[in-house]
C-alpha cells in the first residue's frame, strides 16, 4: 500500500524558471525541494549560515552572483552587525532591493570593461554572443577600495566566470 503522505518527484533540471521554483519553495517540504529542485543545496546554506555568524561588527560578506539574495538573506538572519554586500549585473536584481543589503549592479571580473551578459533566467552569465546585453564589469579590489569592503567572508556563483 502506498503512503499519501509521500511525493513522487523525479529529480529535475538543474534550473528550473525562478518563478515556478519560488511557488514550489512554497509549498514543498524543505527536504524534497533541496534534493530535488533548488539550485543550492542544503548544506551549502546551513554552512553558509554558520560562517555568517562568526563575520564581526564593521566586517563585511560579499555574496558575488547574488541574483536571488539567498546567501545575503541567511546573513542578514544571523548577523544584522556586519555589512552585506550582493553583486550581479541582471537588470530586475536591484528591483530585490532589502534594507541592510547593499546591492551593487554590476558584474565582478579581471578587468574593468564592458562585458556581454546572457540574460537565461539562473543561469544568467558573461558570454561572447553577438546579441547579448552589455553590461558593466568591475575588478574586486577596486570594489574593496572604492566602497572601504573589507571582506571577510565570500561566495561566488557566477555561472562559469569564477576563474575571472
Not at 48 to 72: M, P, V
Not at 76 to 84: P, S
Not at 148 to 162: A, Q, R, S, T, Y
Amino acid at each position: 500500500m502506498q503512503n499519501k503522505n509521500l511525493i513522487s518527484v523525479n529529480k529535475s533540471q538543474p534550473y528550473l524558471g525562478v518563478l515556478l521554483r519560488n511557488i514550489l519553495k512554497s509549498f514543498l517540504p524543505k527536504f524534497i525541494y533541496y534534493r530535488f529542485i533548488g539550485r543550492h543545496e542544503k548544506e551549502s546554506l546551513r554552512l553558509w549560515r554558520i560562517f555568517s555568524k562568526t563575520i564581526s561588527t564593521n566586517d563585511d560578506i560579499l555574496d558575488i552572483g547574488a541574483y536571488q539574495l539567498e546567501f545575503s538573506k541567511i546573513s542578514l538572519e544571523v548577523n544584522k552587525n556586519c555589512n552585506i554586500h550582493a553583486f550581479d549585473p541582471h537588470p530586475d536584481f536591484l528591483n530585490r532591493h532589502i534594507v541592510g543589503i547593499e546591492q551593487h549592479n554590476f558584474g565582478l571580473d579581471i578587468n574593468n570593461a564592458s562585458q556581454k551578459f546572457n540574460l537565461d533566467g539562473a543561469k544568467n552569465k558573461i558570454v561572447d554572443n553577438d546579441n547579448d546585453l552589455m553590461i558593466e564589469c568591475r575588478k574586486l579590489d577596486d570594489i574593496c577600495r572604492d566602497f572601504c569592503i573589507n571582506p571577510k567572508l565570500i561566495k561566488i556563483d557566477v555561472e562559469g566566470n569564477e576563474p575571472n
